[in-house]
């Protein structure tokens, strides 16, 4: 599944987004971006972690940007509206909590 996101990457200007799980409450998302590509402003409605396992993503809210490279996470927090653009050609994990 992640060389099959990897292959569709290399040809896409737009997010390439493959579930990995969803069940009892978790998903496990991976999500490929091209460099210079935007995942659009959006807001976590749930628990989030993102990790970054290839390249590098800059992490963008109203106050601040943050990079994060590859093998580093963050905790999103619940509500907070945001934007991801690649750096660099990028694959991360973004594991949802969806219990109540």
């Known amino acids: 599944m992640m060389t099959e996101l990897a292959k569709s990457l290399k040809l896409s200007d737009q997010p390439v987004i ?21 995942l659009k402003e959006h807001v976590a409605p749930c628990k989030a972690k993102l990790l970054v396992i290839k390249g590098e993503i800059d992490f963008n809210t109203n106050l601040e940007s943050r990079r994060y490279a590859c ?20 694959i991360f994990l ?3 909590n969806t219990k109540k």
Do not use: C, M, Q
Request: glycine share 6%; proline share 2%; hydrophobic share 45%.
């Open 71 to 90: 093998y580093e996470s963050y905790d999103i927090p619940i509500n907070l509206k945001h934007s991801v653009v690649a750096w660099d050609d990028a």
């Open 94 to 96: 973004l594991f949802l």
């Open 18 to 38: 493959k579930k990995i799980l969803d069940e009892n409450g978790t998903k496990v998302l991976a999500i490929g971006l091209k460099r210079g590509v935007e």
